[in-house]
């Protein structure tokens, strides 16, 4: 088998891809809904807590950024399996696992801003302003590097073999 060969992968049709494709899409996004879901269910819970009225006002801003960022990731994280429902027995599943697959990411760029705001609030009231702002960028730098620089460098690497 030459190397063009091993490198075009699968032979399937683009049903046969569009199925293996959404599995694997439906096992990426059991594991980013789980924490997402905790940790926004946590998040809900904040305001209950009776330190809550003791938070600054530009803790409160940032509580409520965070809130919404939440609702939004999990909307963006969902949305893969509404769209699915609504469009099956269309025949649209290669669409649909396109669609969903730009859904997916547009939540993990949400639970990247989700993530910094709600360690920026903690941090905030465990540590001091200025070093919690600093460790909040250093994780994000992190979470980029982890999440999306190296996928990106490994997609341009295969690329530049072919």
Same mark, same amino acid.
């Given at each position: 088998?030459?190397?063009? #060969? %091993?490198? +075009? $992968? *699968?032979?399937?049709?683009? #049903?046969? *891809?569009?199925?293996? +494709?959404?599995?694997?899409? @439906?096992?990426?996004? +059991?594991?980013?809904?789980? =924490?997402?879901?905790?940790?926004? $269910?946590?998040?809900?819970?904040?305001?209950?807590?009776?330190?809550?009225? #003791?938070?600054?006002?530009?803790?409160?801003?940032? %509580?409520?950024?965070?809130?919404?960022?939440?609702?939004?990731?999990?909307?963006? !994280?969902? $949305?893969?399996?509404?769209?699915? *429902?609504?469009?099956? $027995?269309?025949?649209?599943?290669?669409?649909?696992?396109?669609?969903?697959? *730009?859904?997916?990411?547009? =939540?993990?760029? @949400?639970?990247?801003?989700?993530?910094?705001?709600?360690? !920026?609030?903690?941090?905030?009231?465990?540590?001091?302003?200025?070093?919690?702002? &600093? @460790?909040?960028?250093?994780?994000?730098? &992190?979470?980029?590097?982890? &999440?999306?620089?190296?996928?990106? &460098?490994?997609?341009?690497?295969?690329?530049?073999?072919?």
């Amino acid at each position: 088998m030459s190397q063009k #060969e %091993y490198r +075009r $992968g *699968r032979d399937e049709t683009p #049903e046969e *891809r569009a199925d293996r +494709r959404w599995a694997e899409l @439906l096992q990426e996004l +059991r594991v980013a809904q789980t =924490g997402v879901q905790i940790m926004f $269910g946590f998040l809900l819970t904040v305001v209950f807590q009776p330190r809550f009225d #003791e938070l600054s006002t530009t803790d409160r801003d940032i %509580y409520v950024v965070t809130v919404v960022l939440g609702a939004a990731t999990v909307g963006a !994280l969902v $949305g893969p399996v509404s769209f699915h *429902r609504l469009v099956t $027995g269309l025949r649209l599943k290669p669409q649909t696992v396109t669609w969903a697959s *730009r859904l997916t990411v547009v =939540g993990l760029v @949400l639970m990247l801003c989700t993530m910094a705001s709600a360690l !920026l609030l903690i941090l905030r009231m465990a540590l001091h302003d200025t070093f919690a702002l &600093w @460790l909040v960028v250093g994780l994000v730098v &992190w979470f980029v590097l982890c &999440w999306f620089a190296l996928p990106v &460098w490994a997609r341009h690497a295969s690329a530049a073999k072919d």
